[in-house]
């Protein structure tokens, strides 16, 4: 199928050819003559899909096929995006593909100086491509009229939810007229967003290109388990591979992305961080640069990702997993676009791993491959982060402080409660005991531990079958339940895995 098959009109099809496009993605495909026949629509798609055009070129031709008459010009279609990188880019787009047509459209959002905005709204235009925050205090200063609107937009509805919008979304609803066409765009579609979906779509067409919850067929993924002191000294190690050409680094917090940033600039790798603490000059110089090849790695947070529209991402890392299953499929999307190959890597500490991989892993329906690695690889700790001083992202500390005496321990003769003792990572004391602790008069410690002498970590139950094979010696942070079958050599890193205190005990 070509854009000459879609039914979009000669103007739009010569804008599509300049940008050196003929045929149309899946989800172009199935939206477009949706679209243009003035029907609800229901979008499901990965990022890197084409989803943007799915709408923007039918509502390009729509809204030319019904211009107004003189005068100021109305606001005809809104689209309401969750943040300032996505909005600009779909500002973008619409200028793009609208080149050739005479409609006005205008972008805002906070971060930025408001009079240029007023301006454009004062002035007229047909469409409107904003986020919540600003659009609303600029409808507070009545400079926003929706009345005859005839189109609107919801994109990136999992994410607006996930950022806490609701209340917001729900308040520009209000604001729309009953009669319109809605399209309603998501990557994932968990139960909160189905429910305003509901809400406010009439008798939807619905279109997906991919399974909820499946991931790239053409990405490659990894896996390295990792301590958490020792993640920025590895990405140092992975990014040595010269393949790597475009990398987008995940991080959990703003704080930490700066830190990531920092060290691989202090190891002469060219990278940058973008977050909302960032002012909106900043990220867009950070963007640009990325996009142009000045900058080797960007370095993100989740909200500030959602916008990047970048087609040659040759790496996704994920320093930190993402503490929302759907999260990790969304990110790993950001390679593998335009039909390229792409490589996802996964960097796994011991708290995520007892907490966040194996939702992950399920949500996904498969393990992700294991990296063999050896620490030796890595230079000596205390000329990286230091290997006394807690890592102010590490939310873990393994929670070591309160240990002995154990909840149901079984042990006879069990060690004291509450010694002192340092083992398990965290605040000092840890010691025997752990929860469900079942060793014979040693220092139990660990999460169900049930190996003799402190053997702390998981239930040890059977290895879990994985891709790739898993020494000790080389995989610092692997759940013990992984290690159960592993050679003992080498032992745990510093501030142990689960041995000897550490994890989780029962609070009485």
Same mark, same amino acid.
């Given at each position: 199928? %070509?854009?000459?098959?879609?039914?979009?009109?000669?103007?739009?099809?010569?804008?599509?050819?300049?940008?050196?496009?003929?045929?149309?993605?899946?989800?172009?495909?199935?939206?477009?003559? #949706?679209?243009?026949?003035?029907?609800?629509?229901?979008?499901?798609? *990965?990022?890197?899909?084409?989803?943007?055009?799915?709408?923007?070129?039918?509502? %390009?031709? /729509?809204?030319?096929?019904?211009?107004?008459?003189?005068?100021?010009?109305?606001?005809?279609?809104?689209?309401?995006?969750?943040?300032?990188?996505?909005?600009?880019?779909?500002? $973008?787009?619409?200028?793009?593909?609208?080149?050739?047509?005479?409609?006005?459209?205008?972008?805002?959002?906070?971060?930025?100086?408001?009079?240029?905005?007023?301006?454009? %709204?004062?002035?007229?235009?047909?469409?409107?491509? +904003?986020?919540?925050?600003?659009?609303?205090?600029?409808?507070?200063?009545?400079?926003? &009229?929706?009345?005859?609107?005839?189109?609107?937009?919801?994109?990136?509805?999992?994410?607006?939810?996930?950022?806490?919008?609701?209340?917001?979304?729900?308040?520009?609803?209000?604001?729309?007229?009953?009669?319109?066409?809605?399209?309603?765009?998501?990557?994932?579609?968990?139960?909160?967003?189905?429910?305003?979906?509901?809400?406010?779509?009439?008798?939807?067409?619905?279109?997906?290109?991919?399974?909820?919850? =499946?991931?790239?067929?053409?990405? $490659?993924?990894?896996?390295?388990?990792?301590?958490?002191?020792?993640?920025?000294?590895?990405?140092?190690?992975?990014?040595?591979?010269?393949?790597?050409? /475009?990398?987008?680094?995940?991080?959990?917090?703003?704080?930490?992305?700066?830190?990531?940033?920092?060290?691989?600039?202090?190891?002469?790798?060219?990278?940058?961080?973008? #977050?909302?603490?960032?002012?909106?000059?900043?990220?867009?110089?950070?963007?640009?640069?990325?996009?142009?090849?000045?900058?080797?790695?960007?370095?993100?947070?989740?909200?500030?990702?959602?916008?990047?529209?970048?087609? &040659?991402?040759? #790496?996704?890392?994920?320093? &930190?997993?993402?503490?929302?299953?759907?999260?990790?499929?969304?990110?790993?999307?950001?390679?593998?676009?335009?039909?390229?190959?792409?490589?996802?890597? +996964?960097?796994?500490?011991? $708290?995520?791993?007892?907490?966040?991989?194996?939702?992950?892993? /399920?949500?996904?329906?498969?393990?992700?491959?294991?990296?063999?690695?050896?620490?030796?690889?890595?230079?000596?700790? !205390?000329?990286?982060?230091?290997? #006394? $001083? /807690?890592?102010?992202?590490?939310?873990?500390?393994?929670?070591?402080?309160?240990?002995?005496?154990?909840?149901?321990?079984?042990?006879?003769?069990?060690?004291?409660?509450?010694?002192?003792?340092?083992?398990?990572?965290?605040?000092?004391?840890?010691?025997?005991?752990?929860?469900?602790?079942?060793?014979?008069?040693?220092?139990?410690?660990?999460?169900?531990?049930?190996?003799?002498?402190?053997?702390?970590?998981?239930?040890?139950?059977?290895?879990?079958?994985?891709?790739?094979?898993?020494?000790? =010696?080389?995989?610092?942070?692997?759940?013990? !339940?992984?290690?159960?079958? *592993?050679?003992?050599?080498?032992?745990?890193? =510093?501030?142990?895995?689960?041995?000897?205190?550490?994890?989780?005990?029962?609070?009485?």
């Amino acid at each position: 199928m %070509l854009f000459e098959d879609t039914g979009l009109e000669p103007r739009l099809l010569r804008a599509v050819a300049e940008q050196g496009y003929d045929k149309p993605t899946p989800i172009q495909q199935k939206a477009i003559p #949706h679209v243009l026949a003035g029907r609800d629509l229901l979008g499901l798609a *990965q990022t890197g899909t084409g989803k943007t055009a799915a709408f923007a070129l039918p509502m %390009l031709q /729509r809204l030319t096929e019904s211009q107004p008459g003189p005068g100021v010009r109305p606001i005809r279609a809104l689209i309401l995006t969750p943040t300032r990188e996505l909005a600009s880019q779909i500002g $973008e787009s619409f200028a793009t593909y609208g080149k050739y047509l005479n409609l006005r459209h205008s972008v805002i959002f906070g971060g930025v100086g408001v009079e240029a905005q007023r301006q454009s %709204l004062r002035a007229g235009l047909d469409i409107l491509v +904003a986020t919540p925050g600003r659009l609303l205090d600029l409808a507070n200063q009545r400079l926003v &009229d929706l009345r005859r609107l005839e189109i609107f937009v919801l994109d990136e509805a999992d994410r607006m939810l996930d950022m806490g919008f609701i209340h917001d979304v729900k308040k520009v609803i209000a604001m729309l007229p009953p009669k319109r066409q809605t399209l309603f765009f998501s990557a994932t579609m968990p139960p909160e967003a189905k429910q305003l979906a509901d809400v406010l779509l009439h008798n939807p067409e619905t279109v997906a290109v991919t399974p909820v919850s =499946s991931t790239a067929e053409k990405i $490659e993924q990894s896996l390295y388990f990792v301590d958490k002191l020792d993640k920025r000294p590895l990405l140092v190690e992975v990014l040595k591979d010269q393949a790597m050409k /475009r990398v987008l680094v995940f991080s959990r917090t703003k704080h930490g992305a700066n830190r990531i940033a920092e060290y691989l600039e202090k190891a002469r790798i060219g990278a940058a961080a973008i #977050h909302g603490n960032k002012s909106q000059n900043a990220r867009e110089r950070a963007l640009s640069s990325f996009k142009e090849g000045g900058i080797r790695v960007l370095v993100a947070t989740d909200i500030a990702a959602r916008g990047i529209d970048i087609d &040659d991402v040759t #790496h996704v890392v994920n320093f &930190d997993l993402p503490e929302v299953p759907e999260t990790y499929v969304h990110r790993i999307g950001r390679t593998a676009r335009a039909g390229r190959t792409g490589l996802a890597i +996964a960097f796994c500490d011991q $708290e995520e791993a007892r907490e966040l991989l194996r939702p992950i892993e /399920r949500l996904i329906r498969k393990p992700i491959p294991v990296v063999e690695w050896s620490k030796s690889i890595l230079p000596p700790r !205390e000329q990286n982060a230091g290997s #006394h $001083e /807690r890592d102010p992202d590490d939310r873990s500390g393994f929670r070591g402080g309160r240990g002995g005496g154990g909840g149901r321990s079984n042990r006879p003769g069990g060690s004291g409660a509450r010694p002192g003792g340092s083992a398990g990572g965290g605040r000092p004391g840890g010691g025997g005991g752990g929860y469900r602790g079942n060793a014979p008069s040693g220092g139990g410690g660990g999460y169900r531990g049930n190996a003799p002498s402190g053997g702390g970590g998981r239930d040890q139950r059977s290895n879990d079958a994985r891709p790739a094979a898993t020494p000790s =010696s080389a995989l610092a942070a692997l759940p013990m !339940e992984r290690l159960a079958k *592993q050679p003992s050599a080498g032992g745990p890193p =510093s501030g142990g895995y689960g041995n000897n205190g550490g994890g989780r005990s029962r609070r009485r």
